[in-house]
């Protein structure tokens, strides 16, 4: 699976797009998620020649944070499975993620 196609990078907005924004009002673009587990990021803004992401990431935590395309693309989980995107996700509100503060 291609993590992030050429489509979903123009839909992302640069980094710091929206540092003005609540952050409930800031639109997750794009989901990933580990298969086995509860890890999932939801992506607000990309830097592509960093591969770097920022969003929502639920973990050991809830928090806002930065991410890399590279280390998504490299992670196995305990399975031997890889993150995957949500081919299914549409851009949404972060006020209506599921779980969202």
Not at 74 to 82: E, P
Request: aromatic residues 16%.
């Amino acid at each position: 699976m291609k993590m992030l196609t050429k489509e979903l990078e123009k839909k992302l907005p640069p980094l710091y797009t929206n540092e003005t924004l609540p952050s409930e009002d800031q639109t997750a673009i794009v989901k990933f998620f580990d298969p086995c587990s509860n890890w999932t990021w939801y992506v607000t803004e990309y830097n592509p020649e960093e591969r770097l992401f920022f969003g929502w990431v639920v973990g050991f935590e809830k928090e806002w944070g930065y991410f890399s395309l590279d280390e998504l693309e490299q992670t196995t989980n305990r399975l031997g499975l890889h993150i995957e995107r949500d081919l299914h996700f549409k851009p949404t509100a972060m006020k209506n993620i599921p779980g969202y503060k």
